[in-house]
């Protein structure tokens, strides 16, 4: 049983991790050795080329996987140490995961896929709970519809609201806005800066964008499954200046658009 929260500055630390997928004659190297934390109420985002290792490490580090050796400390709790049951419990109360694929159940309402993770759990989220998130989330007159009829950035809002229902200290996003226009992937954004900085939630999330980045306190590069580099105060030229540099992302950077603004103001 974990009784308590932890008092280090880190809401999530990764020492050495590894993780190899396969058998012997057949094995990925996803995760060689990763070492880093995330500090409370920071919003870090993770960026590196296709099969680099991203979803890999944000699985991990939320314990939806476990890592080959190597380990992750939640709050301060060691997930490997933990039984099913213990990390169930963590993971429904301390952590929220936002899936490119909203992953929303086309049959419920908005509400109601919103309170499922609780209703799940055999709880009921407090009086006017969901109306809050919901509001949060600028959907609060939308909580009787069902997902076919909203837009997909109201669908990932939805998926938002559901993720920050039980008010979770981590939030994992992995490419939240990767299905979104520009301006609905802002507003997302916005809305997950602003729960690291009003309710200091720790956010942790990964794109290939360097805008959707730039909207972070801190930028992670992992090019096959190991950390080259780090960013702070990133904006969107200096994280694609550094994509280049790495040159990872020839293909899906404009970099004739992005060395036009290198230096200048977003
Ligand atoms: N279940 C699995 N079995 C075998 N190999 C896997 C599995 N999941 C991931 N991999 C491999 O591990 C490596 C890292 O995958 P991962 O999904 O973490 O990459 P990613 O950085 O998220 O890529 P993308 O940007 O395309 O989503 C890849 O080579 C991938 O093929
Ligand atoms: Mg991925």
Redesign the pocket.
Known sequence: MFTQTGNTADAVQLRAVHKV??KRDNQ?V?LDGVTTRFGRGTFTAIM??????????LQCAAGLDQPTSGSVLLEDHELSEMNETELTKLRRDRIGFIFQAFNLLPVLTVRQNVTLPLRLAGRKPAKGRVTEVLEQVGLAERSKHRPAELSGGQQQRVAIARALISNPAVIFA??PTGALDTRTARDVLGLLRRAAQATGQTIVM?T?DPVAASYADRVVF?AD?RLVGELHSPTPESVAERMTHLGAFADDVPLASSATFVGGQR
């Open positions: 997928y396969g990925v996803a590196g080329p296709s099969g680099s290792g991203k979803s890999t490490l992995d490419e990964v290939h992992l499954g």
